[in-house]
């Protein structure tokens, strides 16, 4: 089955810099990759996701990039600010079926 | 309406309780989900709904049984839980069936139980 690897466990970043995180995958047949970010005491929210048919996709300060050779994807968010911090996930799936494979997470701390 | 909704948002229960949680959408999607995550993990998936059929059992002990009596509700009955069943129990559903484009899962906000 799939798995899915996320770095870094834990980011901390000063206010206005850019933060990134890194997943990888290991099953070929996924070809959809979304991000959720988790604030404290809610549910995962979807903010981005990207489609094996495309490289890179810009939703304002969030980024996500895909290197379907090399099985990883990126989120990016440039210009970060404290209601950034949160519990970011990155997830794998076939795209039409239903199974979605999650990353381990990663805490954001964007420091004032 | 683009939300999942949960009730309740809290529940605690003593281990001899019997007790349900619940969850509606109505985005018109026909899958359903029920997700349990711990503390600083991922959510894990435990049921999937598809047109109102179990599709997915992630060989979750029978103390937990799910029902959706109709594309919008699904509920999960609890039942003789232990203490280490404490965790947020998450539903998302995704609209399934789609000729084109992924099929994308919304969660809801979740129920945080507490089994004593």
């Known amino acids: 089955g799939e798995n899915v690897e996320q770095h870094p466990s834990t980011l901390s970043v000063q206010e206005g810099d850019s933060a990134v995180i890194k997943c990888t995958y290991s099953?070929?047949?996924?070809?959809?990759f979304p991000w959720y970010k988790q604030e404290l005491g809610k549910g995962p929210q979807l903010i981005i996701d990207?489609?094996?048919?495309?490289g890179e996709k810009k939703d304002q300060r969030i980024a996500v990039t895909l290197n379907k050779t090399a099985k990883h994807f990126s989120l990016h968010i440039t210009e970060t600010q404290p209601e950034d911090s949160a519990v970011y996930f990155c997830?794998?799936?076939?795209?039409?079926?239903?199974?979605?494979?999650f990353g381990t997470g990663t805490s954001l701390t964007v420091i004032p | 309406d683009t939300e999942v909704t949960q009730t309740p948002k809290h529940l605690v229960m003593g281990m001899t309780n019997k007790k349900s949680l619940k969850c509606e959408q109505h985005?018109?999607?026909?899958?359903m989900y029920w997700y349990k995550q711990k503390a600083k993990k991922p959510p894990e998936l435990m049921f999937v709904y598809s047109y109102e059929k179990l599709s997915i059992n992630e060989s979750v002990p029978s103390r937990f049984s799910p029902e959706c009596p109709n594309s919008s509700l699904l509920n999960l009955h609890l039942h003789a839980l232990q203490p280490e069943d404490s965790a947020l129990y998450l539903c998302?559903?995704?609209?399934?069936?789609?000729?084109?484009?992924?099929?994308?899962?919304?969660f809801g906000a979740g129920s945080r139980l507490t089994v004593l």
């Open positions: 998302a559903s995704s609209p399934e069936g789609q000729l084109s484009g992924a099929n994308v899962l919304t």
């Open positions: 990207i489609r094996s048919n495309v």
């Open positions: 997830a794998a799936s076939e795209g039409t079926g239903n199974q979605f494979y």
């Open positions: 985005m018109g999607h026909r899958a």
């Open positions: 099953d070929s047949a996924s070809n959809y």
